[in-house]
């Protein structure tokens, strides 16, 4: 049973133009959310998180957007760039009570950015 | 340390052998994390350690796995009699404290289980 999922295994974007990641979860009570990327050998690393108070959060070239009512989230990287060619995971958590540490992954995305 | 780091990086066993994983979290985290990735999976869950408090061991697929953590400093994942199915990448994460900390993950131990 695959709380997060994310539906695209992969993804090829040009460089320079947006690379859209997205994300759906089944579980209504996560209401906190995280990006990972990860390249090959190595572990992944946070990119950005968003709570489910809010519906935007902006870092640099990253934008996450959440839809609670459609629990669907979606990561959005202007202007991608070649190194930004890795797999991303969204995960989700609750964001307090037992539990809340524990963060569920989804299969990830692999996005090639072309030079 | 710098970082959260693991190991072996890779480790080949026979089938029925016991293993044991290493990890040593960022100084000074008191949060510590297992996770494993198997082949065109998401990152599973296995178990958290929180400071002295009772680790939670809710992600543990079998009695053969366990992990012991000494303070908050290093911890141990061990899985006995090892099957084919626990090929993975095991990994590791800490964070500075719980509930909803950034976790940061170290580079895993590749297991293949032949």
């Known amino acids: 049973d695959q709380q997060v999922k994310q539906n695209s295994p992969s993804l090829s974007v040009q460089e320079g133009r947006i690379s859209i990641l997205n994300c759906d979860y089944t579980n209504s009570m996560f209401d906190y959310f995280l990006w990972y990327k990860k390249y090959p050998a190595e572990g992944p690393t946070f990119l950005i998180s968003?709570?489910?108070?809010?519906d935007k959060n902006e870092d640099g070239r990253f934008t996450v957007f959440l839809n609670k009512s459609a629990k669907h989230l979606s990561l959005h990287i202007v202007p991608s760039q070649p190194g930004d060619s890795a797999v991303y995971f969204c995960?989700?958590?609750?964001?307090?009570?037992?539990?809340?540490?524990?963060?569920?992954f989804g299969k990830g995305t692999k996005l090639s950015v072309i030079p | 340390g710098a970082g959260v780091s693991q190991s072996p990086s890779n480790k080949v066993t026979e089938k029925g052998k016991d293993v044991e994983l290493r990890c040593d979290p960022i100084s000074g985290h008191t949060a510590l994390y297992w996770y494993r990735q198997r082949l065109g999976q998401g990152l599973e869950f296995l178990i958290y350690?929180?400071?002295?408090?009772?680790?939670?061991k809710s992600g543990l697929p079998s009695d053969r796995f366990s992990a012991e953590r000494t303070g908050e400093s290093v911890s141990t994942l061990t899985i006995q009699r090892t099957q084919q199915e626990d090929s993975a990448v095991y990994l590791c994460?800490?964070?500075?404290?719980?509930?909803?900390?950034?976790?940061?993950f170290g580079p895993g131990t590749r297991l293949l289980v032949l």
């Open positions: 968003i709570s489910s108070i809010k």
């Open positions: 994460a800490s964070s500075l404290g719980p509930d909803g900390e950034t976790q940061y």
């Open positions: 350690f929180q400071g002295n408090s009772a680790p939670d």
């Open positions: 995960a989700a958590s609750t964001d307090s009570g037992a539990g809340s540490y524990q963060l569920t």
